[in-house]
C-alpha cells in the first residue's frame, strides 16, 4: 500500500508520501515561521490562508517524487491530520485530502495529530518496541503516555496547564527573543552558566506523574525585573529555565518508567530536538538501565511522515473515512480504537 499524507494542523503545511515495502520515499514541508514572525505568535487565521497557497505545490511535489522512485505505482490511500489543531488550518489540509481521496476513489483516514508524534520514531531503521512509556514534548502539549501498540495508549500523566513548549515560548519572549522562542532560548541557554540562576522544578518534589509550567513563567518574569538585562544575564536565566524544564522532564519521565515497569522510553514531539534534553535523558535513562527512541530531528516537529506512518497503519487495518468533511480542535487521545492488525511500517527509511 503506498500512501499520502497531508499535515496542517499549525503553522507547518507539509506533505509525504509512505510505501509500506520502499518505507519514505518523499516528504516535503513548507514552514510559516518568517509570516507569524512579524506577530510574535502564530494567528491562526493566517495559517489557514497560506496552508491554501502551499499544501497543494507540496502535495504535487511529493507526487512527482515518489513518481521517480517508483514509477507506475498509483496512491492507495491518502491521510490527513484531523485534530488536535487550530481548526481552520486542519479544515484546509482536510478538505484537499478529502477531495484528492474522492477523485482518485481511494479510501481516506483523518489521523490523531499526537498519535502522529508517538509513531514518528517508527520511521527509523531502529524502531522502539512495544510496548513502551512516551514522553510527548510539544508547543501545546506535555504527557506521559503508556502505548501498548497502534492505538493502545494510557495517558499516565500531563500537563495541568502551560506545557514545556510554552514554557520556552513564553520565556523567551520575557527575555526579548524572537519568535520561535524555543530554539532561540536553547541557543542562549548553551552561553549560560550552570547554576547561576535557579528556578523551581515544578511538582517533581511531590509524588505523582503531572506537569504544570505556568509558575516557572512567573518565577522568569521576577528574574528579568530583579536586575539590568545584560546579555550575560539574559543567557543565565535563559540556562536556568532550560535546566528546571529538563530536570522536570527527566525526572517525570524516569518516574513513569519505573511505575510502569517498563524499560523503553519514546520521546518525540517538538521539545524532543532540543539537544539539551536528548543527551542529558539518554544518559539518565542509561543509568536507570532504560533504553530511549527519538525520531531524528527533521521528524520531531510537525511534518507529514508521522501522519503517514499513522495514517498507512490505520488504512491497513481497514479503516477508512466518510465523504464528508470533518476536523476537531480538541479530540482525547484515549479515544483512538486500536489496530488490532497492522503491516509493515517500521523502518521506513527514506529510499535513494
Same mark, same amino acid.
Given at each position: 500500500?503506498?500512501?499520502?499524507?497531508?499535515?496542517?494542523?499549525?503553522?507547518?503545511?507539509?506533505?509525504?508520501?509512505?510505501?509500506?515495502?520502499?518505507?519514505?520515499?518523499?516528504?516535503?514541508?513548507?514552514?510559516?515561521?518568517?509570516?507569524?514572525?512579524?506577530?510574535?505568535?502564530?494567528?491562526?487565521?493566517?495559517?489557514?490562508?497560506?496552508?491554501?497557497?502551499?499544501?497543494?505545490?507540496?502535495?504535487?511535489?511529493?507526487?512527482?517524487?515518489?513518481?521517480?522512485?517508483?514509477?507506475?505505482?498509483?496512491?492507495? +490511500?491518502?491521510? /490527513?491530520?484531523? &485534530? %488536535?489543531? $487550530?481548526?481552520?488550518?486542519?479544515? @484546509? =489540509?482536510? #478538505?484537499? *485530502?478529502? !477531495?484528492?481521496?474522492?477523485?482518485?476513489?481511494?479510501?481516506?483516514?483523518?489521523?490523531?495529530?499526537?498519535?502522529?508524534?508517538?509513531?514518528?520514531?517508527?520511521?527509523?531503521?531502529?524502531?522502539?518496541?512495544?510496548?513502551?512509556?512516551?514522553?510527548?514534548?510539544?508547543?501545546?502539549?506535555?504527557?506521559?503516555?503508556?502505548?501498548?501498540?497502534?492505538?493502545?495508549?494510557?495517558?499516565?500523566?500531563?500537563?495541568?496547564?502551560?506545557?514545556?513548549?510554552?514554557?520556552?515560548?513564553?520565556?523567551?519572549?520575557?527575555? +526579548?527573543?524572537? /519568535?520561535?522562542? &524555543? %530554539?532561540? $532560548?536553547?541557543?542562549?541557554?548553551? @552561553? =549560560?552558566? #550552570?547554576? *547561576?540562576? !535557579?528556578?523551581?522544578?515544578?511538582?517533581?518534589?511531590?509524588?505523582?506523574?503531572?506537569?504544570?509550567?505556568?509558575?516557572?513563567?512567573?518565577?522568569?518574569?521576577?528574574?528579568?525585573?530583579?536586575?539590568?538585562?545584560?546579555?550575560?544575564?539574559?543567557?543565565?536565566?535563559?540556562?536556568?529555565?532550560?535546566?528546571?524544564?529538563?530536570?522536570?522532564?527527566?525526572?517525570?519521565?524516569?518516574?513513569?518508567?519505573?511505575?510502569?515497569?517498563?524499560?523503553?522510553?519514546?520521546?518525540?514531539?517538538?521539545?524532543?530536538?532540543?539537544?539539551?534534553?536528548?543527551?542529558?535523558?539518554?544518559?539518565?535513562?542509561?543509568?536507570?538501565?532504560?533504553?530511549?527512541?527519538?525520531?531524528?530531528?527533521?521528524?520531531?516537529?510537525?511534518?507529514?511522515?508521522?501522519?503517514?506512518?499513522?495514517?498507512?497503519?490505520?488504512?491497513?487495518?481497514?479503516?477508512?473515512?466518510?465523504?464528508?468533511?470533518?476536523?476537531?480542535?480538541?479530540?482525547?487521545?484515549?479515544?483512538?480504537?486500536?489496530?488490532?492488525?497492522?503491516?509493515?511500517?517500521?523502518?521506513?527509511?527514506?529510499?535513494?
Amino acid at each position: 500500500m503506498r500512501v499520502l499524507a497531508i499535515e496542517s494542523s499549525c503553522d507547518e503545511s507539509a506533505a509525504a508520501v509512505l510505501d509500506e515495502r520502499a518505507g519514505l520515499i518523499a516528504h516535503g514541508i513548507f514552514s510559516q515561521v518568517d509570516l507569524h514572525r512579524i506577530y510574535g505568535g502564530v494567528v491562526p487565521e493566517l495559517a489557514s490562508r497560506d496552508h491554501v497557497h502551499r499544501l497543494l505545490p507540496l502535495v504535487r511535489d511529493v507526487l512527482a517524487e515518489a513518481e521517480r522512485t517508483g514509477p507506475g505505482r498509483a496512491i492507495d +490511500g491518502v491521510a /490527513y491530520t484531523a &485534530g %488536535p489543531g $487550530l481548526i481552520g488550518a486542519l479544515l @484546509t =489540509g482536510a #478538505a484537499l *485530502a478529502r !477531495s484528492l481521496a474522492f477523485a482518485w476513489d481511494v479510501p481516506a483516514i483523518g489521523v490523531h495529530h499526537l498519535e502522529g508524534h508517538l509513531l514518528a520514531p517508527l520511521l527509523e531503521a531502529e524502531a522502539p518496541p512495544f510496548p513502551h512509556v512516551a514522553l510527548l514534548v510539544s508547543g501545546g502539549h506535555t504527557m506521559l503516555i503508556e502505548v501498548g501498540g497502534i492505538g493502545r495508549y494510557r495517558v499516565l500523566g500531563a500537563s495541568r496547564d502551560d506545557a514545556a513548549g510554552e514554557a520556552f515560548d513564553k520565556s523567551a519572549k520575557l527575555l +526579548g527573543l524572537p /519568535y520561535p522562542g &524555543g %530554539p532561540q $532560548l536553547a541557543a542562549l541557554a548553551a @552561553t =549560560g552558566r #550552570a547554576g *547561576a540562576i !535557579s528556578f523551581p522544578r515544578p511538582m517533581l518534589d511531590r509524588p505523582g506523574l503531572e506537569f504544570s509550567f505556568s509558575g516557572l513563567k512567573t518565577a522568569v518574569l521576577h528574574a528579568v525585573r530583579a536586575a539590568p538585562l545584560t546579555e550575560a544575564r539574559r543567557a543565565d536565566i535563559a540556562r536556568g529555565v532550560e535546566d528546571a524544564i529538563v530536570d522536570t522532564l527527566i525526572g517525570k519521565a524516569l518516574r513513569a518508567l519505573e511505575a510502569s515497569g517498563l524499560d523503553v522510553l519514546v520521546v518525540s514531539g517538538g521539545v524532543s530536538a532540543n539537544h539539551s534534553l536528548r543527551e542529558r535523558l539518554t544518559a539518565a535513562a542509561r543509568r536507570a538501565g532504560a533504553r530511549v527512541y527519538y525520531p531524528r530531528l527533521e521528524f520531531s516537529t510537525d511534518n507529514a511522515a508521522m501522519i503517514a506512518v499513522a495514517g498507512l497503519a490505520r488504512l491497513q487495518a481497514g479503516e477508512h473515512e466518510p465523504l464528508a468533511i470533518g476536523a476537531r480542535a480538541q479530540w482525547p487521545l484515549e479515544s483512538l480504537p486500536p489496530v488490532e492488525a497492522a503491516g509493515s511500517v517500521t523502518a521506513a527509511r527514506k529510499q535513494p
